[in-house]
């Protein structure tokens, strides 16, 4: 049998087996072997004295006590009896399981594995697991499903290891030069290790050949890029785009404009991404290219997560390109049908050189007569499908997606693989830093008079109400009670209003544009002002139960204070004095380094939340950890590299192995080329 054959076809394995592997994505013996275990047990055997708190051990001991039955309720059988390890006796207790139970001899020696409690009367242990002596000293813990226990895993695995051909994927040279095992040891090794060196030497195997085959994928799609353009914008009036600015180009805003414009150059469509921090001036890049692509006779299109947003960035572009004769475009869902469909009518005509808008630039009836340049903002918050969709509504356009968190750089090149990255490093300057502070609630009213201080002297601010749970309603509410009760309240007197995502868009926009032009002084919000937003006059950030909000999403909220000439401050309330939560929080008041910031989140909460649900098309991690496999993913990706090189289109009979697991990895993602 090999990697393909049904776990029906093994011993032990019937079709109610099978269906509950299936629960664990598991049908086949390839797919069962890489089902890799969670955890490993220490089964060393200890004695009692040997064990810590809290912490589970095995004990090896003797039964030295008949078993006795204690009835507590109707189907609630104990079993109790004492061990001894030779020097200290234990009591131990099992929970209504007669199987267990009526194995166990009076006399007999076995292995007990559970935490051992010590108290005034000896030592016990619960609920313990049992095994018979001589047992291997490392089990493994695997991901359980109900009526699949991890012991029955472990069996059904090491039929397959004995059963299975496996065959080798990696040549002799990538193994010889990065120093990995074979894949029969690695895969036998992982799921039986004789001790803890063994699962590291397997672990390295597997962890650099799942990341190395990630990073061959990345790199062979983004070479794939063949396509040419006719579309080329070669920029010259940039300077004059400059020239009309009320500052100057930040050195790393121009280098980010330099890069797309050699791309655009090119007779290959531009596939950038702009990274940059909250704050560092994303905007004007956008702004300088679809300026120049306006200017050379090409329609852009600028796509926003939220209205809001939209509107901000075509009142920017207006702003920013008042006598030039650039047309400008709006579109967004809560335009009336008559003016939507006015508007596509001029799109298609040419009549508008800069089309701004949301999602609802995606939508079929909006044509374009001559589109070159496709940007979209807040990148993370939208599909690689919808990035498609908005190319094909030109003939290979260029196209810039401005990421609105910075995101670690092994991140980046997993999310965005296939585009060439420009890093905004700087922020404009003449920016006050951020102070951060972390208070308990308890001094709430202090900082009220800390804002009140400040809207008196001219200055905004927001204050971002708990998100209560993952369920948006509850949220507004929240936000809603709030909003009434310091309205009438600690800022009664002051102008408050009040934004959150279920207010109808004109409502919002409403809202938005008051507390833009100062009408409303104190704006009390959900999170959907994290996006983007900017209001340079708005120079306090309050945030409550900051505990609840993850750390890359605090900063892109801190993000929308410190915008302009004022020193802004930055107030996280949480009640979370110590341990993880307050760490995480502390963490944030040291530093603004959106990058690092980035860093420590992916450490914290891994790189599967990270990511988020978004499908990103790529082959879902078995086994690497990427908030801790850093090294391995260098590693990996020199030589993917060095594969490409010498190989790049992998025709090469060696790597035939390679390109077959790049077609059966690759193969339900939509945007790869291996189909
Ligand atoms: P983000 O990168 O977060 O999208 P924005 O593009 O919204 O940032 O820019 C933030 C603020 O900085 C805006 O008010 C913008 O006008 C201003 N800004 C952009 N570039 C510069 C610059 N070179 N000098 C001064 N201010 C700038
Ligand atoms: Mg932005």
């Known amino acids: 049998m090999d990697f393909k054959t049904d776990i029906r076809y093994l011993k032990g394995v019937g079709e109610k087996r099978a269906e509950l592997f299936n629960q664990l994505g598991v049908k086949s013996v390839g797919a069962l072997l890489q089902l890799y275990p969670r955890d490993y047990r220490i089964m060393t055997p200890k004695k009692l004295e040997e064990t810590e708190f809290d912490v589970p051990a095995a004990v090896k001991a003797t039964i030295i006590s008949p078993i006795k039955q204690v009835y507590i309720r109707k189907n609630m059988v104990l079993y ?58 490392i089990i493994p813990v695997y991901p359980q499903t109900s009526g699949l226990t991890s012991k029955a895993i472990s069996r059904v695995i090491k039929i397959a290891l004995e059963n299975c051909d496996i065959e080798e994927t990696l040549s002799d040279e990538i193994k010889g030069k990065y120093n990995l095992c074979d894949i029969k040891t690695a895969l036998h090794n992982i799921h039986c290790p004789k001790d803890k060196q063994s699962i590291d030497i397997a672990r390295r195997r597997l962890v650099f050949e799942e990341l190395f085959y990630l990073q061959t994928g990345i790199l062979f799609q983004k070479s794939s890029r063949t396509k040419t353009t006719n579309v080329k914008i070669n920029g010259n009036c940039i300077r004059e785009f400059a020239a009309n600015l009320p500052f ?64 901000q960035h075509f009142t920017t572009f207006q702003n920013t390109m008042q006598n030039s004769g650039i047309r400008l475009g709006l579109l967004v869902g809560s335009m009336t049908k008559t003016a939507k469909n006015k508007l596509k009518t001029a799109i298609e005509n040419g009549e508008i050189d800069i089309l701004i808008g949301t999602h609802a630039v995606l939508e079929d009836d909006v044509k374009f007569k001559s589109l070159g340049l496709v940007v979209t903002d807040e990148q993370h918050r939208f599909g690689v499908e919808q990035r498609t969709v908005l190319s ?82 509850i949220d507004i509410k929240a936000a809603t009670e709030y909003y009434e009760t310091v309205k009438d309240g600690a800022f009664s007197g002051y102008s408050v209003g ?92 040291k530093t603004v380094d959106g990058f690092k910031i980035a860093d420590e989140d992916l450490r914290l909460r891994g790189p599967g939340d990270f990511l988020g649900k978004r499908q990103h098309g790529l082959p879902e991690l078995k086994i690497a950890d990427l908030s801790c496999d850093m090294l391995l993913f260098r590693e990996a990706g020199a030589a993917a590299k060095e594969l490409y090189n010498s190989d790049p289109l992998l025709k090469d009979s060696k790597n035939l192995a390679i390109l077959k697991e790049m077609q059966k990895l690759f193969k339900t993602a939509k945007n790869y080329g291996y189909n």
């Open 80 to 137: 109790k009896f004492i061990a001894t390890d030779g020097e200290e006796d234990m009591a131990v207790t099992i929970f209504n399981n007669k199987y267990v139970a009526e194995s166990l001899k009076f006399g007999g020696e076995y292995l007990f594995y559970g935490k051992v409690i010590r108290n005034l009367i000896g030592c016990e242990m619960s609920a313990p697991e049992i095994y018979p002596v001589g047992t291997e000293d």
């Open 248 to 311: 100057t180009l930040t050195d790393a805003q121009k280098n980010a404009i330099n890069d797309a414009i050699r791309d655009m150059r090119s007779n290959k469509p531009m596939s950038r991404l702009v990274q940059g921090d909250v704050g560092s001036g994303k905007t004007m890049v956008a702004a300088a290219l679809a300026f120049a692509a306006a200017k050379e006779g090409y329609q852009s299109v600028i796509m926003a997560p939220t209205e809001v947003l939209a509107v």
């Open 392 to 473: 094909s509504k030109g003939n290979n356009p260029h196209m810039l997606v401005m990421s609105a968190t910075p995101i670690p750089r092994t991140m980046s090149l997993i999310f965005y693989g296939d585009l060439d990255i420009s890093i905004i490093d700087s922020l404009p300057s003449g920016r006050q830093p951020i102070e951060t502070y972390l208070i308990d609630s308890d001094k709430r009213d202090r900082a009220f008079t800390f804002i009140k201080n400040h809207l008196d002297s001219g200055r905004q601010a927001y204050i971002v109400c708990p998100a209560v749970e993952e369920n948006e309603a």
């Open 498 to 589: 009040l934004l959150h995502g279920k207010m109808r868009p004109k409502e919002k926009d409403k809202v938005m544009t008051e507390f833009k032009n100062g009408d409303i002084r104190l704006l009390i919000s959900t999170t959907v002002i994290e996006v983007g937003v900017d209001v340079p006059n708005a120079v306090i950030m309050m945030i409550e139960n900051a505990e609840r909000f993850g750390l890359s999403q605090l900063h892109q909220l801190r993000g929308r204070i410190g915008r302009g000439k004022y020193k802004s401050t930055c107030i996280l309330l949480s009640d979370f004095k110590s341990g993880e939560t307050a760490a995480r929080l502390k963490f944030l008041t």
